[in-house]
């Protein structure tokens, strides 16, 4: 990861935190449903919005690294276009597409699916592979699986297959327990 210093931009949104826009640069991103409401409970849900998320960030031209989707928010990480900015519309767009289809398979039209979503610029690159590392085991903070991989909805396994061995062993030897990344859900039992 290089750190981009040319055409920098903050923009300051109402009732919300700075938003720094990088071309070219790393984020995290965390989004949840109203309420923490555990709207995609279903597998079947879940395999939509994650599909959804690929779809909507290759649209917008930003490079996924590392997702986590869960039943009340998701996680992810991804590399900026040279258009940064780009990041509020895409969250729309995957919002709203994905609010339609899960109130029509719910038979809740009109009802508000999701709240907030946090974005952080990643310009070092250890913050960059230490959230790598949270993203990936977000599964198991969460207690949904005992080893990262084994969750569908998440890049653990596919950063397993696809990285080097030895990428893969630096990654998790990150420490993940001070990330400050807004993480306060509880799963669906």
């Known amino acids: 990861m290089q750190v981009n210093e040319m055409k920098t931009e903050i923009t300051e949104w109402h009732h919300s935190p700075l938003h720094i826009f990088k071309p070219n640069t790393m984020y995290i991103v965390t989004a949840s449903t109203l309420h923490r409401a555990h709207l995609f409970r279903k597998n079947e849900y879940l ?4 599909s959804l998320l690929f779809t909507v960030a290759d649209k917008y ?3 996924l690294q590392a997702w986590a989707i869960f039943s009340n928010h998701y996680h992810f990480i991804a590399q900026s276009p040279d258009d940064a900015k780009s990041l509020k ?8 597409v994905s609010a339609i289809k899960i109130n029509d398979l719910d038979h809740k039209q009109g009802r508000k699916v999701w709240f ?5 610029c990643l310009t070092h690159q ?3 592979h230490t ?5 990936h085991n977000n599964p198991v903070k969460h207690g949904l699986v005992k080893v990262a991989s084994h969750y569908p909805f998440c890049s653990a396994g596919w950063f397993e297959v696809h990285a080097k061995p030895s990428f893969v062993k630096q990654i998790q030897s990150f420490k993940t327990g001070k990330v400050k990344v807004y993480d306060d859900f509880q799963p669906a039992w």
């Open 47 to 50: 395999k939509f919005l994650q």
């Open 61 to 63: 031209n930003w490079k």
């Open 89 to 96: 519309p895409m969250l729309q767009h995957l919002h709203s």
């Open 116 to 120: 907030q979503y946090w974005d952080t």
């Open 126 to 128: 250890k913050s960059y």
């Open 131 to 135: 959230r790598l590392n949270y993203v």
